[in-house]
């Protein structure tokens, strides 16, 4: 059974950081592409940053040079370290692991954890 387990949300005030963590089980990690996505109220979930099993990265424009994806395949965790948080990044944060096999593709999401942003 796949899992996904999201960590490290909080409330931080501006100019704050906080950092994501993500376990993940059941799955043969280094070989799934993993991602943070992010949801607030009112609107669709976005995706904020991408590792690939190889490890290029991307980051949404919105928090490039703020928040930084890493992954450590031996220990099956990725995470997402924020920092700079605003208001805006208040959402509720979810991992996402993703494989193609064979045009197939394969993926779960975690359960989710907030992140709130306020003074």
């Known amino acids: 059974q796949v899992q996904l387990v999201e960590s490290g949300g909080g409330q931080v005030q501006p100019g704050g950081s906080l950092r994501l963590s993500c376990a993940a089980s059941g799955v043969i990690f280094s070989t799934y592409a993993m991602g943070w996505y992010r949801q607030s109220p009112g609107k669709q979930r976005e995706l904020v940053a991408a590792?690939?099993?190889?490890?290029?990265?991307n980051h949404a424009d919105s928090v490039k040079g703020r928040f930084t994806i890493s992954r450590d395949n031996a220990k099956k965790m990725v995470y997402l370290q924020m920092s700079s948080l605003n208001p805006e990044d208040t959402a509720v944060y979810y991992c996402n692991a993703k494989r193609d096999v064979g045009g197939t593709q394969y993926m779960y999401w975690g359960q989710g954890t907030q992140v709130t942003v306020s003074s």
């Open positions: 590792i690939s099993s190889g490890g290029s990265t």
